[in-house]
């Protein structure tokens, strides 16, 4: 069987991409971060989602990303924008993508893995710099450049499979799979029981999403 390591934050995205590698014949472990978010109930939905959907492991990975702050998910004293931003907003957490893929790349070497899978998106997106594609394509030459895996001609891919989809495209796929999107945590300031805002920025996309596909959203709001 080949491998892959899934990022899997919980929420729409990372479960759709966790759906497709699954789909396409990989045994999956799955990767999550706490890193010092606003709350943890994107953490409990990605342990859950990772026993619905089959996955071999699941880790949890701490990194205190609260300390060096910078961004409005690491840092209380910056509020979550309830309207939509110009540029990059003060949700992009500094390097995040960057040390997450890191920590997922020494994992996929450990386990002889065969790829990386990161539900990152490049059209219905907030402007992060490390969710292009470039970025990717960056890594992966960066992944094959600076492991013993890659200098001994086992090369390893890092596949986005979501980055050129719109959300409703996304949502329509996941469906296909049969993923469970009530089970999904997306909201940046979702409660302890993972009830979304309504307001912030990653909820606009889902709840936009939901609507363009057609589809009921499942989503548990708080107003």
Known sequence: MKRAVILLSGGL?????LAI???QGYEC?????????????????????STLYGAI???????????????????????????????IPVTYVPARNTVFLSIALGWAEVLNAQAIYV??????????????????SAFETLANLATKTGVEGNKLSIHAP??????????????????????????YQADNMGQACGRC?????????????????????KI
């Open 13 to 17: 995205d990372s479960v759709t991409a």
């Open 21 to 23: 590698a699954k789909n």
């Open 29 to 49: 472990y799955t990767l999550s971060f706490n890193y010092g978010q606003r709350h943890d109930s994107e953490l409990v939905a990605s342990s859950k989602l």
């Open 57 to 87: 492991e699941h880790k949890v990975i701490n990194i205190d990303l609260r300390s060096i702050g910078g961004s409005a998910l690491t840092d209380d004293k910056i509020e979550i924008p309830e309207q939509e931003q110009q540029g």
């Open 119 to 136: 539900g990152v998106n490049a059209v219905d997106y907030s402007g992060y710099p490390d969710c292009r594609p470039d970025f990717i």
């Open 162 to 187: 979501l980055i050129n989809m719109s959300k409703a495209e996304i949502i329509q796929q996941g469906i296909k799979l049969g993923v469970d999107y009530s089970q999904t945590v997306s909201c």
């Open 201 to 221: 920025d990653s909820c606009r996309l889902r709840r936009q999403g939901f609507e363009q596909a057609g589809i009921v959203d499942p989503t548990q709001y």
